[in-house]
């Protein structure tokens, strides 16, 4: 008996590895057949593809030093692009509208000098927050689409506390500025961002992963806290002295053996986002033109694409490049096909001049049932249910699921070693 790690994702990693260096006995269970969870890559005929989009932009120095020593980084200029109606304008949008007709740009700069001005207090949702901060005009064609295609909700039915420095908040100087001319200043929330020069963005964790013991194809599926007892779907079961999860809330409160009904409630109650990924590798070396970008029209269901093969060319083979897509959904809207989607995307991404479909080599979709948590109106009081009841099982929650935090790596990273502390 001894420490039980459920998860072996990035916060589940840095439990094991900060609680081995204290010489506790630690066993990682893991459900899929490899570790790294959302970190995690897979790889097709030489094209390596992380699971979504993925860059490191710690500014803790002990966390750094670890994601360094495990796997020396690029550090790529935060420059991105967004498309609109076949205009492509840097990031952020906002403050970058130059190639936009006069009547557009007008439009966007009338609404965003006639905007209301509201305290945080009076707002009460995220539409009305980009309203206040964008104007109406822009609010309504870019973030409020952008939105309904990222978080699959309205903005209305949105909360603003996770927004923080997430999103740039121009002022009148930018927006007329950036109206006449693109502006090579940055307004990203990070300068440059990190990405592995080796082995896809999971090996930042190569030293934390080094000697831990992680079992895999170990499916969770009961949890009893009274014998203290996990079993798994394989009829297998273990013993712990301690239980530390990264498992989703959603999933653990049906594991965990005569949970209240009101918790099961609260958390079923809460929202996230799932997603398909669409990966192509091509021919040509020359597919790429940005690192990652936006896109804003609704009829292209993908909303942001990125290119593993611009991350680090040692994610494809010599002389070829490689583009993800992104596709989310709420977690309880009803999900299209795979068939569905990758016909959307393949289709649109060559509508819009990317690629030409005989440069494909590779392609591949796969779902991910979680990937953001979303800040719906409910999502404090239904948290802090679950939460304190799995505090009363003695079960400790970790990870961006665990947490069920807007957690970037780093931070998910810090969650599995402040548990371990
Ligand atoms: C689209 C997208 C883009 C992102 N981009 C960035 C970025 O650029 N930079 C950044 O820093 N962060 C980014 N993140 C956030 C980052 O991915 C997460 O913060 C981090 O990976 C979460 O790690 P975790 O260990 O908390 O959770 P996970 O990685 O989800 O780990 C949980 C683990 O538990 C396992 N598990 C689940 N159920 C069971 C079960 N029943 N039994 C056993 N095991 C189970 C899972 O298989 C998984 O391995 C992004 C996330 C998304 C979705």
Not at 89 to 100: C, R
């Amino acid at each position: 008996m001894g420490t039980i790690i459920l998860g072996s994702g990035i916060s589940g990693i840095s439990a094991g590895y900060h609680l081995k260096k204290t010489g506790e006995d630690v066993i990682i269970y893991e459900k899929d057949n490899d570790w790294g969870g959302l970190c995690a890559y897979f790889s097709i005929d030489g094209f390596r593809f992380d699971k979504f989009v993925h860059f490191t932009f710690s500014d803790d120095e002990y966390i750094n030093k670890i994601f360094e020593e495990s796997s020396p980084t690029y550090a790529h200029p935060s420059v991105s692009s967004n498309y609109y109606k076949g205009y492509w304008l840097k990031h952020p949008a906002q403050d970058n509208i130059a190639p936009l007709p006069v009547e557009e740009k007008v439009k966007i700069v009338k609404g965003f000098i006639n905007r209301a001005s509201k305290t945080v207090e009076e707002i009460e949702n995220y539409e009305e927050w980009l309203r206040v901060q964008y104007g109406d005009y822009f609010a309504e064609k870019f973030p409020m689409v952008y939105t309904k295609k990222y978080w699959g909700l309205e903005a209305k039915y949105l909360e603003t506390k996770w927004v923080g420095n997430r999103m740039h908040s121009p002022d009148i100087e930018d927006v007329l500025r950036g109206s006449y001319e693109t502006q090579n200043k940055n307004f990203y929330y990070t300068s440059n961002m990190k990405y592995p020069q080796k082995g896809g963005f999971r090996s930042i964790l190569n030293k934390c992963r080094e000697g831990l013991d992680i079992r895999f194809n170990k499916e969770v599926v009961q949890i009893d806290t009274i014998s203290k007892t996990v079993t798994f779907k394989d009829g297998t079961s273990a013993n712990y002295t301690r239980l530390i999860s990264s498992l989703p809330l959603p999933e653990i409160v049906k594991m965990v053996k005569n949970c209240p009904v009101e918790v099961q409630n609260c958390a079923n109650n809460l929202h996230n986002t799932c997603g398909y990924m669409v990966s192509l590798g091509f021919n040509n070396p020359d597919v790429p033109k940005y690192l990652w970008f936006y896109i804003y029209d609704e009829e292209i269901i993908a909303s942001r694409v990125y290119s593993p093969s611009r991350e680090s060319l040692d994610n494809v083979p010599n002389g070829c490049s490689s583009l993800q897509a992104e596709i989310f959904f709420d977690c309880k809207a009803e999900i299209p096909s795979k068939e569905e989607v990758m016909q959307n995307t393949i289709c649109k991404l060559v509508s819009m001049n990317l690629f030409k479909e005989d440069e494909i080599l590779v392609k591949d979709i796969r779902f991910e049932k979680y990937a953001n948590i979303t800040f719906d109106k409910d999502i404090y009081k239904n948290r802090k249910v679950v939460l304190d009841y799995l505090q009363s099982q003695n079960i400790e929650s970790i990870g961006r699921f665990g947490r069920w935090e807007y957690y970037w790596t780093h931070q998910a990273f810090k969650s599995g070693m402040d548990c371990a502390k």
